[in-house]
Structures are given as structure tokens and as C-alpha cells.
Nanobody, 126 residues
Framework: QVQLVESGGGLVQAGGSLRLSCAAS????????MGWFRQVPGKEREFVAA????????YYADSVKGRFTISRDNAKNTVYLQMNSLKPEDTAVYYC???????????????????WGQGTQVTVSS
């Protein structure tokens, strides 16, 4: 059974930093691209960042480019999201997901991901 567990969320002031982690189990982690999404109440899940199975390619939403960095450690079955220069509009529940094989490149589409974590709340105060 595939499990994804996010951690690292919290309350931070604008301009601050947080590092999210997503620990995976139940499948060969290194075979799958991974993504981070976020969601606020009443809105659809929004793409944040993604990383290829090897870590050689990364992809970011324009709203976070230059501030967020996605990385992965396949030996630890973990993907990370380093978030710097946080803004109040970054406030959301952040989810990690594993992308279905064969959809490589369609990173921003939530429908191409088959497993999700429970989410971790990030709140940025102004």
C-alpha cells in the first residue's frame, strides 16, 4: 500500500522560510516523478512544483519560481520543498503526490497523479 506523509508545515511570517518533506512508502520511489500542490478552501488544487524520477528535471509554477526549490533523496524515499521569501498568498494546505508512469512532463495536471498525502498546513502571516 502506497503511503505519502507530509511534514514541515507551520506558521511563519512573510519573508520567512519553511522546508516541507514528503516521505513515501509502498512503491519503488525512484521510479516515479513527484509533485507538490497546494489548495485553499473553495479553490482547486494548484500546482506548485515537480521533479522527475531521477531529480534531473524540475518544474515550477510561475508564482513560486525563484523562491521555492524542489529536491528528492531516493535513498530516503523523500521529496522536499524548500520555500523561501514566503508571502501571505502562499498560505494553503500543501500536498505531495506521485505521478502515474507514462505521464512524464504533464506535471501541472493533478489528474496525472495517483497517490496523495494527507497535506500539511502552511500559514504565512503579513
Amino acid at each position: 500500500q502506497v503511503q505519502l506523509v507530509e511534514s514541515g508545515g507551520g506558521l511563519v511570517q512573510a519573508g520567512g522560510s519553511l522546508r516541507l518533506s514528503c516521505a513515501a512508502s509502498g512503491r519503488t520511489f525512484s521510479n516515479y516523478a513527484m509533485g507538490w500542490f497546494r489548495q485553499v478552501p473553495g479553490k482547486e488544487r494548484e500546482f506548485v512544483a515537480a521533479i522527475s524520477w531521477s531529480g534531473g528535471r524540475t518544474y515550477y509554477a510561475d508564482s513560486v519560481k525563484g523562491r521555492f526549490t524542489i529536491s528528492r533523496d531516493n535513498a530516503k524515499n523523500t521529496v522536499y520543498l524548500q520555500m523561501n521569501s514566503l508571502k501571505p498568498e502562499d498560505t494553503a494546505v500543501y500536498y505531495c503526490g506521485t505521478q502515474r508512469r507514462g505521464y512524464s512532463g504533464n506535471y501541472p495536471l493533478p489528474s496525472t497523479y495517483d497517490y496523495w498525502g494527507q497535506g500539511t498546513q502552511v500559514t504565512v502571516s503579513s
